[in-house]
């Protein structure tokens, strides 16, 4: 049992007609009823947004976001559970977009990720930065037709052993946005990568991304979605990264005006990347959350939901069954 109490404070501002910032900060105190050494964790979410507008077809959008992370919902597969997965991670984004003419336009992306481990063993083996850089061009084929071609370049370095597990990305995409109808919307990316690993061979695979939407009804919708790609893993000993399937679906239906019923199901086939004489190993993550929420007034939202998680892996040391069950309730003001 886990009793959870969690205040957030925002602030959000337009500075000139053409500026707006936003800040905010987020506490979670956790206590467990029954957990091995410390019983109350404290985690901490710092956010800061600048969006900017230069003209009406010009603007620029900076954000950042510093966590403290003591109670991971995601805990590493193939790492001992009572082992101290605390970290601090920082999100840092950049995009800036233009028209160059009517038709066409272009944007410029930046995202930099960093994972620093509090546990030492952890933080030699997985404390490294994702950088990823990326150029694309649009052109609006018909009113509801965009098409997209997009250069993108990717770094994970390792602050640790680097020599031997950072990787260098190069993708070449493209692909279109299609609003099909008033309420339904398509996305599809297609391309290839080529990877550059240190201290192990390179390798090269298609990158397939597809996004479905569709809102049949006030606050009802259905979201579906695809992905192919390379992930870094946790046990980078064994495995250089993995290939992954991503199969996503998601659903909110409104019951009636103050009851909203959700659901998600993500399902992940993948293949871990052998190191060396390491042959590689299948591995499928299954996600399954369900949540029904009561809206009784205007501040009040009051939630049950279930999360369901599943890691089955050819490697013995790497499945691990999770379920979680919550009651919980949010005042805003």
Same mark, same amino acid.
């Given at each position: ?17 053409? &500026?707006?910032?936003? #800040?905010?900060? $987020?506490? *979670?105190?956790?206590?467990? %009823?029954?957990? !091995?050494?410390?019983?109350?964790? %404290? ?7 600048? %969006?900017? /507008? ?17 109670? !991971? ?20 984004? #950049? ?46 084929? +018909? ?13 994970? +370095? ?10 260098? &990305?190069?993708? +070449?995409?493209? =692909?279109?946005?299609?609003?099909? $109808? ?5 996305t599809g990316r297609l391309g290839y990568q080529w990877r550059q690993r240190k201290g192990s061979s390179d390798t090269q695979a298609p990158y397939v991304e597809f996004d479905l939407k569709y809102n049949y009804a006030p606050q009802s919708f259905v979201t579906a979605g695809y992905v192919y790609t390379f992930e870094e893993n946790s046990n980078l000993i064994q495995y250089n990264d993995t290939r992954v399937n991503r199969f996503m679906i998601s659903v909110q239906h409104a019951l009636s005006a103050l009851v909203i019923a959700s659901g998600s199901i993500d399902y992940e086939p ?11 190993? /299948?591995?499928?993550? *299954?996600?399954? =959350?369900?949540? +029904? &929420? ?17 890691? /089955?892996?050819?490697?013995? &040391? ?11 309730? *949010?005042?805003?003001?």
């Amino acid at each position: 049992m886990v009793y959870e109490f969690a205040p957030k404070i925002a602030f959000n501002s337009s500075l000139t007609a053409q &500026t707006f910032v936003s #800040a905010s900060y $987020a506490l *979670t105190l956790d206590h467990y %009823d029954n957990r !091995p050494g410390e019983k109350t964790l %404290d985690s901490h979410d710092f956010t800061a947004r600048l %969006d900017h /507008a230069f003209s009406s077809v010009t603007s620029l959008h900076l954000s950042d976001g510093y966590s403290i992370v003591r109670n !991971p919902e995601s805990l590493l597969s193939g790492i001992t559970l009572n082992t101290d997965q605390s970290f601090k991670r920082n999100v840092l984004d #950049a995009n800036f977009v233009t028209n160059l003419a009517p038709k066409i336009g272009a944007s410029g992306t930046f995202q930099s990720v960093d994972y620093a481990y509090d546990d030492a063993n952890l933080a030699t083996e997985l404390d490294h930065s994702e950088e990823l850089y990326s150029v694309a061009f649009d052109y609006a084929l +018909l009113p509801e037709v965009k098409t997209v071609a997009e250069f993108r370049h990717q770094d994970i +370095l390792y602050r640790t052993g680097g020599s031997t597990k950072d990787k260098h &990305t190069d993708f +070449l995409i493209g =692909g279109a946005d299609y609003a099909v $109808a008033e309420r339904l919307t398509a996305t599809g990316r297609l391309g290839y990568q080529w990877r550059q690993r240190k201290g192990s061979s390179d390798t090269q695979a298609p990158y397939v991304e597809f996004d479905l939407k569709y809102n049949y009804a006030p606050q009802s919708f259905v979201t579906a979605g695809y992905v192919y790609t390379f992930e870094e893993n946790s046990n980078l000993i064994q495995y250089n990264d993995t290939r992954v399937n991503r199969f996503m679906i998601s659903v909110q239906h409104a019951l009636s005006a103050l009851v909203i019923a959700s659901g998600s199901i993500d399902y992940e086939p993948s293949e871990l990347q052998g190191r060396g004489a390491q042959p590689n190993v /299948a591995e499928t993550t *299954t996600r399954l =959350g369900f949540a +029904l &929420t009561y809206l009784p007034v205007k501040n009040w939202q009051i939630s049950a939901s279930y999360d369901y998680d599943n890691i /089955a892996s050819d490697d013995p &040391t790497r499945g691990q069954n999770r379920s979680r069950t919550g009651l919980s309730a *949010t005042f805003t003001y």
